[in-house]
């Protein structure tokens, strides 16, 4: 078995056109991605493999000796890889859909199926850390993100927005009131949640009476157990959930999936998919369509906001 055998093909593929091209501008142009991620993505293949695939610093762009070596066996797994695609694509298409970690796809997987009967769903959950690698590599088609996300070469449909909550012990002090602001935690040990896929270390430490974690309501949501509770953070940006796809792979089933998920009728025509640049969203978000910010648990027994607390 050759030692490239373990390296996916989308990454293969990228070094090809690099190797091809000797131009990492060019070959990101012929891609359709950044240069920036198409040379992270190279570096991360020369880490991988031990050893340097292009001569450092050389102008024009030169293969090393390894690197003409990987050039010729890529070409032979890229063509053995193609069979296959071949091959598995005589029955109905599916169409991959990746989501992350907080995001409910089950109201649109039914619509879906009720709407597309001979049109498999393939659903995905993706590490938010992978999202977009997730979608410009081909491992899904589409994919629920948590933005932002880097635009280039990428369509996006801002969906709803998310409320920020503190998560707390269920008879912390903070647990009487229905929203607290950053100032009322500013005597609270902050557990680090920014990574959304690790955040369930920080709710451990939470539950162990080691401070406190605000994350997005969602994630509170999916963490949920009996020994905390989460009450709203009046101060905290809103995270924002959109549905993103590389835009040079279009299809007429990311386009049936897109307006399924905008809220298009059955019987109305296919539009055109939106390439949303903006990252205003075109629907209500999720708060206002509520008419507010989510409601406290419901062993909450405060009403109004506290005033700044003493240290305790």
């Known amino acids: 078995m050759s030692r490239f055998e373990s390296i996916d093909v989308a990454r293969l593929r990228w070094f090809v056109a690099v190797a091809e091209e000797l131009h990492f501008a060019r070959a990101a142009k012929g891609l359709n991605i ?5 040379s992270q993505t190279v570096i991360e293949l020369e880490g991988e493999l031990g050893t340097k695939l ?8 030169q293969l090393t000796e390894d690197g003409a070596a990987l050039l010729a066996e890529a070409r032979e797994l890229i063509a053995r890889a193609e069979p296959v695609v071949e091959e598995t694509t005589d029955g109905p298409a599916a169409l991959r859909v990746g989501f992350v970690p ?3 796809v089950s109201k649109w997987t039914r619509i879906w199926g009720e709407r597309f009967p001979d049109t498999p769903l393939e659903v995905v959950g993706v590490p938010m850390g992978e999202q977009e690698a997730a979608l410009r590599a081909g491992r899904v088609d589409v994919c629920f993100v948590r933005l932002p996300i880097d635009r280039d070469g990428m369509s996006a449909i801002p969906l709803y927005r998310e409320v920020p909550v503190v998560v707390v012990p269920k008879d912390h002090p903070i647990s009487v009131f229905e929203q607290v602001s950053m100032a009322d935690l500013a005597d609270e040990r902050m557990q680090d949640a920014s990574d959304i896929d690790a955040v369930s270390d920080a709710i451990e430490l939470v539950a162990a009476g080691v401070g406190v974690a605000v994350v997005p309501h969602s994630i509170a949501r999916l963490h949920a157990r009996r020994d905390l509770v989460y009450r709203t953070v009046t101060d905290v ?5 959109a549905l993103a796809w590389p835009t040079d792979r279009t299809s007429d089933l990311v386009e049936d999936f897109v307006g399924v998920v905008r809220g298009r009728s059955e019987r109305s025509s296919r539009s055109p998919a939106v390439r949303a640049k903006s990252a205003e969203p075109q629907k209500k978000s999720a708060t206002k369509r509520t008419g507010g910010r989510p409601g406290p648990a ?14 305790r």
Do not use: H, M, W, Y
């Not at 292009?54 to 762009?61: E, R």
């Open 102 to 104: 907080g995001v409910t």
């Open 237 to 241: 940006a809103d995270t924002e959930i």
């Open 34 to 38: 950044s240069r920036q991620r198409l």
């Open 54 to 61: 292009f001569v450092p610093g050389a102008q024009p762009t």
């Open 298 to 311: 419901k062993n909450a027994v405060g009403k109004k906001k506290p005033a700044k607390r003493r240290g």
